[in-house]
C-alpha cells in the first residue's frame, strides 16, 4: 500500500542495483543511462542511496532502449537477490511460511520501493497476488520487472522451483513468448484488468527452508522504526493509520471517524488522503489485523476468544470468518498448522 506523496515516492540503491547490472551487461554503461535520462551525470557512477521514484520508471524506459532489449524488465527481475530488498528482504528470510512472506511484503515492501504495492485476496483454493503500481503509463518494463523479481526470490527463498502460476498483465504483448516461457514456466495473459499471478493456496503453508525465525522480532522492530521515520516526515499515511489502529484494536476504537480523530483528522480528509496513496481504511485495517493474528495464534496461551477480543471483535465466529477470508483456513487450523511447523 503505497504510503507517499507522488513527489516524494523513492527507490532504494540496492532496489536500483539489478537495473544497472542489466543495462551493464548489456553494454549500457551507468553513465550512459544517466545521461539518456537526463541525469547528472555522476549519480548512477557509485550507487546512491536513493533515487525518485519517477527517475527509475524513466531509467527503465532508457536501459530497454538503448539495450534494444524487447525483455529488459524480465532481466532486471531476474538480477534481484536477497540484498535488492534492504531490511525487508531479510525480514522475509525470518519468515516461517509464504503466508507470512505475503503478509510482510504488504507491510514493508515500501522499505524498498514507491513503485507500486502489493495485495493478496484468497478464493477458495486459490490465492491471487495483485501489484498496483504507481505508474500505470510507465512501459511495460516496470510491471514485468517486479513479477520477474518476485519469481526469482520466491524460487531463491524455496529453495527449489516453485510451480507455474496464472500471470496476467494489463499491458499489451510487445515481445516473443521465450523469456516468459523460460522465466515463469507459462506465458501470461496480456490486456487484463490487473496485474496478478493466480496460484495454489496451498503455497501459502510451504515453510521457508533456511528461515532464521529468530531473528524476526529484531528485525520487524528495526523495519516498524523505519515505517515511523517515514511517517514522522510526513510521507507514511497508511503507516499512520497502520499504527493507530494497531494501538486502538483492543478498544475497539478502530472506526475510520475514531483513527481520524486520533490522526486530527477529518474522516473525508482521512478517506481522501489514503485513496491518493492507493489504499482504503479497510485494506489498511484488514491487514493490520491478520498481521497481529498469525503473531497471537502462535503464542499457545491466548485462546480463539482472547484472540477476537484483542482484534477488536465483538464474536468469535466474526474473527473465524474474517481470518477465513485472509488466509484461506480457520484460524484453529492455521495454528495446528503453524505449530507443525516449528
Known amino acids: 500500500m503505497p504510503a507517499v506523496r507522488p513527489d516524494a515516492r523513492r527507490v532504494t540503491g540496492s532496489y536500483l542495483q539489478p537495473l544497472l547490472e542489466a543495462a551493464e551487461a548489456r553494454g549500457v554503461s551507468a553513465r550512459a543511462l544517466a545521461s539518456a535520462a ?28 538503448l ?42 515492501e515500501q522499505l524498498a520501493h514507491d513503485l507500486g504495492r502489493s495485495e493478496l485476496e484468497l478464493d477458495g483454493a ?17 510491471v514485468e520487472s517486479v513479477f520477474a523479481g518476485i519469481r526469482v526470490f520466491s524460487t531463491w527463498l524455496a529453495g527449489m522451483e516453485l510451480p507455474s502460476s496464472k500471470m496476467q498483465f494489463m499491458h499489451a504483448q510487445q515481445a516473443d513468448d521465450s523469456e516468459y516461457l523460460r522465466l515463469f514456466g507459462a506465458v501470461p495473459l496480456f490486456g487484463q484488468p490487473v496485474n496478478a499471478a493466480t496460484f495454489n493456496a496451498q503455497l501459502l503453508a510451504w515453510p521457508v527452508p533456511n528461515a532464521d525465525v529468530g531473528l524476526y522480532p529484531v528485525l520487524q522492530q528495526h523495519a516498524e522504526q523505519l515505517l515511523r521515520e517515514r511517517s514522522r516526515s510526513g510521507e507514511g499515511i497508511a503507516a499512520q493509520v497502520h499504527a493507530a489502529i494497531i494501538k486502538n484494536l483492543a478498544h475497539d476504537r478502530v472506526r475510520l471517524s475514531s483513527i481520524a480523530d486520533e490522526l486530527k483528522l477529518s474522516p473525508r480528509t482521512l478517506q481522501r488522503k489514503l485513496n491518493e496513496a492507493g489504499a482504503s481504511f479497510q485494506q489498511v485495517l484488514d491487514q493490520a489485523r491478520f498481521a497481529l493474528a498469525t503473531d497471537y495464534l502462535r503464542q499457545e496461551s491466548l485462546s480463539l476468544v482472547d484472540i477476537s477480543f484483542l482484534l477488536g471483535y465483538q464474536e468469535q465466529s466474526a474473527f473465524t470468518h474474517a481470518f477465513k477470508e485472509w488466509a484461506g483456513v480457520n484460524p484453529g487450523a492455521w495454528r495446528e498448522g503453524a505449530q507443525c511447523r516449528l
Open 67 to 108: 539495450a534494444n532489449d524487447p525483455h529488459f524488465g524480465l532481466h532486471v527481475g531476474e538480477r534481484v537477490k536477497l540484498g535488492t530488498y534492504s531490511v525487508y528482504g531479510l525480514i522475509l528470510l525470518s519468515c516461517r511460511d509464504f503466508g507470512q512472506v505475503f503478509q510482510q511484503t504488504m507491510r514493508y
Open 38 to 65: 537526463r541525469l547528472p551525470p555522476d549519480l548512477l557512477a557509485g550507487l546512491p542511496d536513493s533515487i525518485s521514484a519517477n527517475d527509475y520508471v524513466n531509467l527503465l524506459a532508457v536501459g530497454a532502449e
Open 126 to 142: 486459490n490465492a491471487e497476488y495483485h501489484w498496483l503500481s504507481n505508474y500505470p503509463s510507465g512501459t511495460r518494463h516496470l
